[in-house]
Structures are given as structure tokens and as C-alpha cells.
């Protein structure tokens, strides 16, 4: 069955929605404007002419930023599909170059793994495509699904858990976790659970990864201390009687700077697995495809 067209797409600018969309994503005239180097004033008189044509305010002020309508919000799946696609058909007429082609990437992930992971990758991008920008933020779960469909986001790396049909994920890394403590010591089963531990979270509250672990199997442990990075909480088990539990691999970069002594896990927990996320619409595009490959390749030969 064919749908007859839209009489209103006739008289559209498509240009427009390229505005709509970088609009949607940064939540803000000015920086958009700046993104499409063009002036606030041409972006104001764009969503103008686009509000005009859709009869819908599409955004509203919001303190130095706007917020999108409900007609903005179901709009902008498809508007950025849209501008994907169309960027993908372009690309593949000329072969992607990440150092020409690759302009900005906004990765988010929790505030425990960025000292692990972002290094690595601005390191790699610097050499690959010296003019990209590379941003990293906190990442939002309960949001990731609309930021990735949106573009807000290129990729997020998080734990693994169950996702929407359309975002799509690959595993990143796995490892097991082992108990940093200051000193040596026999630690089995009972000493674990019987000892003060320190934990570490992005988070105001909740369980961390390990203790939704331990809590599956039966367990629970005393969490006397809760610290938002690995950084802070090794200094704090080196003068101290805490335990840390922490990935393996981790562990050992850290424990290095800090000092301690690492320990087996004397509970059998599943591995940590981290993971890739990324939109479905965004699957085919080059420089997604370039980014993941990248990611992919970094974690497995230095993590």
C-alpha cells in the first residue's frame, strides 16, 4: 500500500530539519549555531519557518536552554534515521576517512570505568583524526535509549543488562573479579563476609555491580564505605583494614599506584561484562562502524 505525500513536504526546506535536529541534540541555540556555523539569529529564523510549516512550537525555553514538545520528541527518531541514511549514502560514494570525515564523538560511560578506557581511546583517536573532539559523559541509563537515537550519544559503554530492540550491543570486556586489601591475609567465605568493605559507585545510592552478584548467590556483605572512584578507594584500603573488591585487571593497574595486596574472590561470582552499546540506526553509519571497531580492538589488546 502507497500513502499519498504530504502536501506540506513540497513546500519544506529540508535544511530545516538538519537545524531540528542539532537543535534536539544540544538543547541549546547557541551551541547548535556553532555546530552548523551559522548565527543564533539564522537558527531562530529556521525554527521559525519549520514551527510555521508543522504548526507546533517543536521547542520551548527552558532556563539558557529549550526542551522539546511531545511533537519535537516523536519527530526525532526519525528526523536523525533520516539525516543518517542520507550521511551514509554520501560517505559511501567517497570511502570513510576518519581523519576527514570524523568531526566530534560523544562517548558516555559511569565516572569508575573513563580512567580505564578514555586514555586509551583519545590517544588512538589524536593519532587517527587529529581535529575530532572527542567528549565523554556520565551516562544516563534511564535515558540511553532516546540520547542514542538522538545522537546525543555515539556509543555508551555500561555493564551488561537487558536493552531495547533497537539498541543494539557487543560485548567490550570481561573479568573477574579479586579483593585488594593492605595486607595479607587467609581469606575465605566467612573472613569476606565477616570484614568492613568500601565499594564504589557513580551512584548516590543503590547496589553496585558485585553486591547484585553476591546477592543472587545468597549473600550479603557489610559495606562500611562508598567512594565514587577506584582511584580514591584503593588509597583509602592501603591505610586501612577495608577490602575492595574490583575487576582483576583493574586491580592491577591500580594496585601499582597504591600499593596492597590482591586476593581471590572466596565466593564464585560471574565475571564482570561490559558492553557497547549503539542505536540501531546508526548500525550501517561509517563512522559508528570506524568507533566500535575501534573500541573493540583497543579493550581486547590492552585490557
Given at each position: 500500500?502507497?500513502?499519498p505525500a504530504?502536501p506540506?513536504?513540497?513546500?519544506?526546506?529540508?535544511?530545516?530539519?538538519?537545524?531540528?535536529?542539532?537543535?534536539?541534540?544540544?538543547?541549546?541555540?547557541?551551541?547548535?549555531?556553532?555546530?552548523?556555523?551559522?548565527?543564533?539569529?539564522a537558527?531562530?529564523?529556521?525554527?521559525a519557518?519549520?514551527?510555521?510549516?508543522?504548526?507546533?512550537?517543536?521547542?520551548?525555553r527552558?532556563?539558557?536552554g529549550?526542551?522539546?514538545?511531545?511533537l519535537?520528541?516523536?519527530?526525532?527518531?526519525?528526523?536523525?534515521?533520516?539525516?543518517?541514511?542520507?550521511?551514509?549514502?554520501?560517505?559511501?560514494?567517497?570511502?570513510?576517512?576518519?581523519?576527514?570525515?570524523?568531526?566530534r564523538?560523544?562517548?558516555?560511560m559511569?565516572?569508575?570505568?573513563?580512567?580505564?578506557?578514555?586514555?586509551?581511546?583519545?590517544?588512538?583517536?589524536?593519532?587517527?583524526?587529529?581535529?575530532?573532539?572527542?567528549?565523554c559523559?556520565?551516562?544516563?541509563?534511564a535515558?540511553?535509549?532516546?540520547?542514542?537515537?538522538?545522537?546525543?550519544?555515539?556509543?555508551?559503554?555500561?555493564?551488561?543488562q537487558?536493552?531495547?530492540?533497537?539498541?543494539?550491543?557487543?560485548a567490550?570486556?570481561?573479568?573477574?573479579f579479586?579483593?585488594?586489601?593492605?595486607?595479607?591475609?587467609?581469606?575465605?567465605?566467612r573472613?569476606?563476609?565477616?570484614?568492613?568493605?568500601?565499594?564504589?559507585?557513580?551512584?548516590?545510592?543503590?547496589?553496585t555491580?558485585?553486591?547484585?552478584?553476591?546477592?543472587?548467590?545468597?549473600?550479603?556483605?557489610?559495606?562500611?564505605?562508598?567512594?565514587?572512584n577506584?582511584?580514591?578507594?584503593?588509597?583509602?584500603?592501603a591505610?586501612?583494614?577495608?577490602l575492595?573488591?574490583?575487576?582483576?585487571?583493574?586491580?592491577?593497574?591500580?594496585?601499582r599506584?597504591?600499593?596492597?595486596?590482591?586476593?581471590?574472590?572466596?565466593?564464585?561470582v560471574?565475571p564482570?561484562?561490559?558492553?557497547?552499546?549503539w542505536?540501531?540506526?546508526?548500525?550501517?553509519?561509517?563512522?559508528?562502524?570506524?568507533?566500535?571497531?575501534?573500541?573493540?580492538?583497543l579493550?581486547?589488546?590492552?585490557?
Open positions: 500500500m502507497t500513502l504530504d506540506r513536504l513540497d513546500r519544506l526546506d529540508l535544511n530545516l530539519f538538519r537545524v531540528f535536529d542539532c537543535v534536539y541534540r544540544e538543547r541549546n541555540l547557541t551551541r547548535a549555531a556553532a555546530l552548523l556555523h551559522v548565527s543564533q539569529s537558527v531562530s529564523h529556521a525554527l519557518r519549520l514551527r510555521s510549516q508543522l504548526d507546533d512550537p517543536l521547542f520551548v527552558d532556563g539558557a529549550v526542551v522539546p514538545t511531545p519535537a520528541d516523536r519527530l526525532a527518531g526519525d528526523i536523525g534515521q533520516a539525516l543518517a541514511l542520507l550521511q551514509q549514502s554520501l560517505q559511501r560514494t567517497r570511502g570513510f576517512s576518519p581523519e576527514r570525515d570524523l568531526a564523538v560523544t562517548l558516555a559511569s565516572d569508575t570505568l573513563e580512567p580505564a578506557i578514555l586514555p586509551l581511546l583519545a590517544a588512538h583517536l589524536r593519532a587517527a583524526s587529529p581535529a575530532a573532539e572527542l567528549h559523559v556520565r551516562l544516563d541509563r535515558n540511553l535509549r532516546t540520547d542514542l537515537a538522538a545522537g546525543r550519544i555515539d556509543l555508551a559503554i555500561d555493564v551488561a537487558p536493552t531495547a530492540d533497537d539498541v543494539h550491543h557487543a567490550l570486556w570481561r573479568d573477574e579479586c579483593v585488594l586489601s593492605a595486607r595479607r591475609r587467609k581469606l575465605d567465605e573472613a569476606y563476609l565477616a570484614a568492613s568493605h568500601v565499594t564504589v559507585s557513580s551512584r548516590r545510592s543503590g547496589p555491580v558485585e553486591d547484585i552478584l553476591l546477592s543472587r548467590l545468597g549473600y550479603q556483605r557489610r559495606v562500611a564505605l562508598r567512594c565514587q577506584y582511584e580514591s578507594a584503593c588509597r583509602i584500603v591505610g586501612s583494614d577495608l575492595l573488591t574490583l575487576p582483576r585487571r583493574y586491580a592491577q593497574q591500580r594496585r599506584e597504591s600499593g596492597g595486596v590482591l586476593l581471590s574472590l572466596p565466593i564464585a560471574p564482570l561484562e561490559l558492553h557497547l552499546y542505536h540501531r540506526q546508526h548500525d550501517q553509519e561509517p563512522a559508528n562502524h570506524w568507533l566500535r571497531g575501534q573500541l573493540l580492538s579493550m581486547h589488546a590492552h585490557l
